[in-house]
């Protein structure tokens, strides 16, 4: 959008319903619709002769036991009724979260937390919003300048989470973990309340060594702020090194969230956990949690704490499957025969792949959006452009001058933040220029994956 149109639009009366709406809110419902990403009514059926490598949800996993009959078993049984209809209280399920701090500490291979510190939330992304109304302010607040989000992107789009919670995001780009860790050391800065990452990243499928975790420590100690760190793809990753560097961590200013939705391939479930070693930041967390909804259903968490105890081998299984399905895919889609096409990133999230599209873009003259359009209308081939896990540019007015300026006399490297108004997203000054087309696939539901990869092939290739 130029910035006449932007200029123009920002001059333009809302329609009159949404006058009452949160400006930062209707600027976000305008300018990205999350259906795109989410879907609207919700429906996987591997029978209607489209490749699904879009959605990044678990499906069609086997199983020695099915989950959708143990779940129909589970919720007939006798015991659950009464335990269904009553409040869990602040505290959530004692067994679940006793199970979900050992979960944790074996992945971190660390005694991080116990059950105390375990935060029931209604999934994963509920989590992350929650953490981040717990460390920001809102934009423009006179309690703390502690106002904004900084994370890297490409990102799972948790940008909806930050406009949620009244924060503003700073966004900068990274393609590896060596790239997020600059980019935390080169853009944190006072007004940074949370330095948010996703590890095994999605998309872009990297992790953190020890020594990238230490040098995020000395910046998040340097701005005083807090670390989340979402894991939901903990289980998929390659090798324990992973988690283990992550126990590195402070583990008086991070939180951990995890989720059930790609742990168990159950994600109407909705079951998310937000876990810290430092009560008072436990606290703080449920203090917020237990403003929205107590606590999410006793049911759900008694289902959670079930799986958990007594089929822990199913993630692992999933995990299995999936990378099983990558391998076939990969045997089948030939990178070299589609002209300037490779992959990015690293391959630490087996769950997810991403696809430099830009040499397809300036033959055919298309962007990622309308290439993934083409390739469903034309190909039957369901993936999710480049341009979905950004930002949208209709929110961008702010500049890192004004909200993290670099001071020139020495001591701290930034001067107090500034806030002007409407600045709900700062992208880093090189975002737009570094931005790669793209496309990502992801390899949780389908299980066509030979005939899958020969139609993305035929229809990339017929792109010239």
Known sequence: MSDNAKSTAATMPPPPALRLVNPAVRDYMESLNLQRWYGG????DLAEHVFNLGIGEVANIPLPEDLYALYSRFVQSDTLAPMATRYTGTMGSQETNELMAAHLNAWLGA???DEGRVVSMDGGQN????AIRAFTAPLGSAASRKQYVLLATPAYPYFSAVVAANAGMMAFLAYTSEEFTRGVEQYCNPAVGVILLNVPNNPMGYALTREQVARINRVAELHDCAVVVDGVYANYADSAEIGHALAGFDPGR????????KKYGLPGLRVGFAMSAEEELTYALRFIKTSESLSPSKGKL???GYLLRHHGDVPGLIASEVRERRRRFLERFDVGAVAGVQRIGEDHNPFYMQLDIRAVCQRSGLTDTEVQTHLADSFHVRVFPGSWVHPSPVL??????AVGRHNPHGGVPYLAPQFPAGEQIVL???HLERRIASLRLSF???TRMEAAAEALTAGLQSLG
């Open 127 to 130: 989590a992350v919003e929650v």
């Open 41 to 44: 009514y919700q429906r996987i």
């Open 444 to 446: 949780g539901a389908e």
């Open 254 to 261: 991070t939180v951990f969230v995890d989720s059930f939705s």
């Open 428 to 430: 880093s000054p090189d």
């Open 302 to 304: 008694a289902f959670a």
């Open 396 to 401: 961008r007015a702010g500049r890192f001058s």
């Open 111 to 113: 005694e991080r937390c």
